[in-house]
């Protein structure tokens, strides 16, 4: 069955540093997102990418964080100047079409030092 | 609004045992419901997909919208040790690419 896959699965960066979170979405889908859940909280969502474009963005995707589709198969989340709350696990879903459900990858833990 | 509630549990139950979860929302707006399981470290697996109130059945999975209470709910009928995991609702506006908005999870434990 396809998958979302993601890379690296656990990423350990210095406060201020940029990081570069890596997804290959579900071959032909057209929708794709970012989650991320912090420790012990809910799956929260970040932003939805449709077209070339953003399509929708929460209030915590500000702008030390930014999307691109580099290529026909990666979706990458670049957080610019990390900070220590930005630490949690970063989940890349994609569905094929707007009346399917998401379907999830298994996360890249991003820790923060 | 677009408060999901879910208790957290934990939940534990005996192996064979039907198993109720729960979640509860707050904007009449949600449209399609869905029902995700997740192990430890993994990402979230589709369960179920529903589309307004009704009743869905896969296998030993029985996922109920209620609209008008905005009432969701997941069975799991014989349960087995390997569905020990955290249950996940979460649900959208509309099918239009809409950002899913999910409950906190239920912890769930199925005692061999």
């Known amino acids: 069955e396809p998958e979302v896959t993601q890379t690296p699965s656990h990423q350990v960066t210095q406060m201020g540093q940029e990081v570069i979170l890596r997804c290959v979405p579900i071959?032909?889908?057209?929708?794709f997102y970012w989650y991320r859940q912090i420790l012990g909280q809910k799956v929260e969502f970040l932003v939805s990418?449709?077209?070339?474009?953003?399509?929708?963005k929460s209030e915590i995707f500000d702008d030390q964080f930014s999307v691109e589709r580099p290529d026909g198969s990666n979706f990458t989340l670049k957080i610019r100047s990390t900070k220590l709350e930005d630490s949690a696990m970063y989940f890349c879903a994609s569905m094929g079409t707007a009346s399917q459900p998401q379907h999830f990858g298994d996360g890249t833990r991003l820790s923060i030092l | 609004q677009k408060e999901v509630e879910q208790d957290p549990g934990p939940l534990s139950v005996p192996e064979g045992a039907i198993v109720s979860l729960n979640c509860t929302y707050s904007?009449?707006?949600?449209?399609?419901f869905m029902w995700y399981r997740q192990y430890s470290r993994k990402g979230p697996e589709l369960l179920m997909y529903?589309?307004?109130?009704g009743n869905k059945e896969d296998g030993r999975f029985t996922a109920q919208v209620d609209k008008s209470s905005k009432y969701i709910s997941l069975f799991i009928r014989d349960s087995q040790p390997s569905d020990s995991a955290t249950y996940l609702c979460?649900?959208?506006?509309?099918?239009?690419?809409?950002?899913?908005?999910f409950g906190t999870g239920t912890s769930l434990t199925v005692i061999p």
């Open positions: 979460a649900m959208s506006l509309s099918n239009t690419g809409n950002q899913f908005y």
């Open positions: 990418f449709y077209n070339n474009e953003i399509s929708e």
């Open positions: 529903t589309y307004s109130s």
């Open positions: 071959s032909n889908h057209l929708y």
């Open positions: 904007n009449s707006a949600f449209q399609y």
